[in-house]
C-alpha cells in the first residue's frame, strides 16, 4: 500500500461481507452488481490480498478478509463521525443495555432528556465481552458491564466510567428450599449449582467473577445452557432447567421464581459505561452526565461495609472515579 485506501472501496467490502451474495449487496449499495466487482478487484489489488472466495454458488470471505472486517468497521465509523461534526448532526448511538428494566435503562432515559436532538438507540444483548467486540469492531457504539473482566488487549482500546457497585442476588425457583427466604447467605447455597454464564463466549467476565465468588464456598457453577435472548425465552430455559441463576439485584423478576438478595458478605457486580477510546459524540457526554448524576444522587459508587468485590476490581473502578 502506497496511499490511503479509499473508504469507498470500504464500504463496498463490508457490504459483500456481510450479504455474502454480490447481488444483494449491490441492491444494498444502490450500484450495478459490475461496478462492485470492480471495486472489490481494486481494493484487493491495493491490500495485496484476496479477500473473498468465489464460486458459482456462492461468496465466503478468506482469512484476509476476516482480519480486515473489524478495521474497516473501525475506519468507516469513524469517517461517519468526521462527516457528522461537519455537517452539525450526530449520527444515531447505539447503545447495549445488556438486560431490560436494569438501572442501565435509568441512565439511558435520563441521557435521553439531556440530549433529545440525539438519537440513543438501545439493544439488550447480555455480556460486555461479546459487547466489547462489537465496540471495537464498530458495529456498537456503547455498553455497560465488568471493565476489569475484560482482556487488558481489549481495555487498552477503550474508555470506562464507573456507573455503580451493584449487590448480587440469586434467582430462585418458586419451589426451591431456599425461596422463602428474604435474602440467602452465600453459605447456605453450598452444594448448590447456579447459572452464571458458563459456556457463553459474550460474557466470560460476569463467569470469572462468579467463579471468583464461589470459591472456596462449595459452590459450583452449573453447566452451559442455552443462549436465552428475550425475558420469555430466558423464562422457558428457566422453567426447563430449574437451576438456580446469579444476577445483579435489579434483575427483572421471572414468572415462577423469586429473587433473593445474597448476604454475608454482600457480593458486589462492577458496572462501569464503557466506550471506544477516541469516539467523540454528545450522546457519549449525555450518558457520562447521567451516570455520574444518578450514581451521586442514588449513592451508587458507595461500597458498603460487609461486601464483596476482588480487589482488581475495586482499584478499576476507584481509578476510574
Avoid at 459474550?202 to 472456596?216: C, I, K, N, S
Avoid at 442514588?298 to 476482588?310: I, K
Wanted: glycine share 6%; hydrophobic share 45%; aromatic share 6%.
Amino acid at each position: 500500500m502506497t496511499h490511503d485506501v479509499d473508504p469507498r472501496l470500504l464500504r463496498a467490502f463490508v457490504a459483500v461481507a456481510e450479504e455474502l451474495h454480490f447481488t444483494r449487496a449491490a441492491a444494498r449499495l444502490y450500484v450495478a452488481q459490475q461496478a462492485l466487482s470492480r471495486d472489490i478487484r481494486r481494493l484487493e489489488r491495493e491490500l495485496g490480498a484476496e479477500l473473498f472466495v468465489r464460486t458459482t454458488r456462492q461468496v465466503a470471505l478468506t482469512g484476509d478478509g476476516e482480519r480486515l472486517l473489524p478495521h474497516a468497521h473501525a475506519v468507516l465509523a469513524a469517517h461517519d463521525e468526521l462527516a457528522a461534526a461537519f455537517t452539525g448532526e450526530a449520527r444515531p448511538l447505539l447503545v447495549d443495555l445488556n438486560t431490560d428494566g436494569m438501572i442501565t435503562r435509568r441512565v439511558l432515559a435520563r441521557a435521553r432528556e439531556r440530549v433529545p436532538e440525539c438519537e440513543l438507540m438501545a439493544r439488550y444483548e447480555s455480556g460486555l465481552t461479546g459487547a466489547a467486540a462489537e465496540i471495537l469492531a464498530g458495529r456498537l457504539d456503547v455498553s455497560f458491564g465488568r471493565f476489569a473482566g475484560l482482556a487488558p488487549s481489549v481495555r487498552a482500546r477503550l474508555e470506562a466510567q464507573p456507573v455503580r457497585f451493584e449487590p448480587m442476588a440469586v434467582l430462585l425457583p418458586e419451589a426451591h428450599p431456599l425461596a422463602d427466604r428474604s435474602e440467602v447467605e452465600l453459605e447456605a447455597l453450598a452444594g448448590e449449582s447456579l447459572y452464571a454464564g458458563a459456556g457463553n463466549p459474550r460474557t466470560r467476565e460476569w463467569t470469572d467473577l462468579a467463579e471468583r465468588l464461589f470459591e472456596g464456598r462449595g459452590i459450583k457453577i452449573a453447566p452451559p445452557a442455552p443462549v436465552a435472548i428475550g425475558h420469555e425465552e430466558f423464562r422457558r430455559v428457566m422453567t426447563k432447567t430449574r437451576t438456580p441463576v446469579l444476577v445483579a439485584i435489579d434483575f427483572p423478576v421471572m414468572p415462577g421464581c423469586v429473587l433473593r438478595p445474597l448476604v454475608r458478605p454482600v457480593p458486589l457486580s462492577p458496572v462501569s459505561l464503557v466506550w471506544r477510546k477516541g469516539l467523540r459524540h454528545p450522546g457519549v457526554d449525555a450518558l457520562r452526565a447521567a451516570a455520574a448524576q444518578l450514581a451521586d444522587q442514588e449513592g451508587w459508587l458507595r461500597v458498603p461495609p460487609g461486601s464483596w468485590l476482588p480487589d482488581a476490581d475495586l482499584l478499576q473502578m476507584c481509578t476510574k472515579k
